[in-house]
């Protein structure tokens, strides 16, 4: 793409599968698929850099902290403060729960 500046550097890997990095436009989005392993040893680890000198290094999921016992698909929002999570409620209505703050650099 040519300006990056407008972009996010997305790259999500587990032991067995990088998914590679990627540059995902402001307001799209980028998925993948997978099936946790019988074992529960399942972990997705994702680094995201938006433009403006900021990044993140996070478990996207984690078998062994819960997460089999959730709903697929999971949703991860980039916001200006950081990365949501995309919770539906009981009621079925969703809410984006912040987990994450941007760190400093790249």
Same mark, same amino acid.
């Given at each position: 793409?040519? @300006?990056?500046?407008?972009?996010?550097? =997305?790259?999500? !890997?587990?032991?067995?599968?990088?998914?590679? =990095?990627?540059? =995902? $436009?402001?307001?799209?989005?980028?998925?993948?698929?997978?099936?946790?392993?019988?074992?529960? !040893?399942? &972990?997705?680890?994702?680094? &995201?850099?938006?433009?403006?000198? $900021?990044?993140? @290094?996070?478990?996207?999921?984690?078998?062994?902290?819960?997460? !089999?016992? $959730?709903?697929?698909?999971?949703?991860?929002?980039?916001?200006?403060?950081?990365?949501?999570? $995309?919770? &539906?409620?009981?009621?079925?209505?969703?809410?984006?729960?912040?987990?994450?703050?941007?760190?400093?650099?790249?």
């Amino acid at each position: 793409m040519s @300006n990056r500046k407008a972009d996010m550097l =997305v790259h999500c !890997r587990s032991k067995d599968n990088d998914l590679g =990095v990627h540059y =995902v $436009r402001f307001n799209n989005k980028y998925e993948w698929g997978f099936k946790p392993n019988i074992w529960l !040893r399942t &972990l997705y680890w994702c680094y &995201l850099a938006p433009s403006g000198g $900021r990044y993140l @290094n996070f478990d996207a999921y984690n078998s062994k902290i819960g997460e !089999r016992n $959730r709903d697929f698909p999971i949703y991860w929002i980039a916001k200006e403060d950081g990365v949501y999570q $995309r919770i &539906l409620d009981n009621d079925m209505r969703t809410r984006d729960v912040f987990q994450h703050p941007w760190k400093s650099g790249r």
